[in-house]
């Protein structure tokens, strides 16, 4: 199956069979970069360019590795010091890289909506690497994968999110995929950390963890963004932590087999005690970050598929 989109900009423009082509290819592409030869020729002689306007070393890793095992030929665009820095618009870096002929552009901004405007401008498939408070959609992806391999399935579970949502693009796309897999999904935090009019989104919300907590199936922390924060939001870190922050005694609300997830970076003895981030059996942090290597491949393989049957 090819997406039925020419570009991937957020998980609210993919119908479920989408997603589960993606994650379908994805769980093939796991099998490729656990073995000795982790190279396809997918993309081989494609041109990949990578342009992250703000900092993310997980991300930007992930896709040039992803791009370099389908045999691309991957560029990372130095953004800090390039004509942006000197006053260039977006749909002047649009028009320069339309000159350049890439075939994948991926993208990360911190305004939102910045993906949607190049994806107008270039004659190439454009991926989201997050924008702004919008969307992350590779990294719901990834959370899907992860969550399937550990149970089986997606359908009908229950997924506890917890903490800074208000400032959160893992949090919107996320609930976007959960949503569509007709999963139940509880939003956790402070009132000051949770978006207004959160409970018309078709979710569960509360300020209370043991409530948020109680049976889940997944339970997915969140960092606090505090390069998106104007002003005082927490008391203090310590007494977030002591409310909000995932510790044994939390943790016990929920299922005995429920998974712990982060998208990373984390904050130990923030949102997480380093204990149960690193607990084998219950933590797929480690995992998360795996998957999104495979998760990326799928993506862009699928969308040159796309696009060249279009």
Request: aromatic share 4%.
């Amino acid at each position: 199956m090819t997406l039925r989109q020419r570009h991937l900009l957020g998980i609210e423009d993919l119908a479920p069979d989408e997603i589960t082509a993606i994650l379908d290819l994805a769980d093939t592409y796991v099998d490729l970069n656990r073995s000795d030869v982790k190279h396809a020729d997918a993309l081989k002689g494609l041109t990949q360019i990578n342009m992250f306007f703000e900092n993310s070393t997980r991300t930007q890793a992930s896709f040039e590795l992803a791009g370099k095992r389908l045999g691309a030929d991957v560029m990372n665009m130095a953004v800090g010091a390039s004509s942006v820095k000197k006053g260039e618009t977006l749909i002047d870096t649009a028009l320069t890289l339309n000159a350049m002929h890439p075939d994948l552009l991926v993208i990360r901004h911190p305004n939102s909506g910045a993906p949607a405007l190049l994806s107008e401008k270039v004659n190439c498939a454009v991926l989201n690497a997050g924008d702004g408070r919008h969307e992350h959609p590779t990294q719901a992806l990834l959370d899907a994968l992860t969550i399937r391999r550990a149970k089986g399935r997606l359908h009908r579970l229950t997924v506890a999110i917890c903490g800074d949502i208000a400032h959160s693009r893992v949090a919107r796309s996320n609930i976007w995929l959960l949503g569509k897999m007709e999963s139940r999904i509880r939003l956790v935090g402070p009132a000051t950390l949770m978006p207004s009019g959160a409970a018309d989104w078709g979710v569960e919300v509360t300020d209370n963890m043991a409530e948020g907590l109680r049976d889940a199936d997944v339970v997915m922390m969140l960092r606090l963004q505090k390069e998106r924060m104007d002003g005082g939001f927490i008391p203090s870190e310590r007494e977030y932590f002591h409310r909000y922050g995932l510790d044994a005694e939390k943790l016990s609300f929920a299922k005995d087999d429920a998974i712990v997830m982060h998208p990373g970076p984390m904050n130990r003895g923030v949102e997480i005690d380093g204990t149960i981030a690193d607990d084998i059996n219950r933590s797929v942090i480690q995992d998360q970050v795996e998957m999104g290597v495979a998760v990326r491949m799928a993506a862009m393989k699928l969308l040159v598929d796309a696009r060249r049957a279009a």
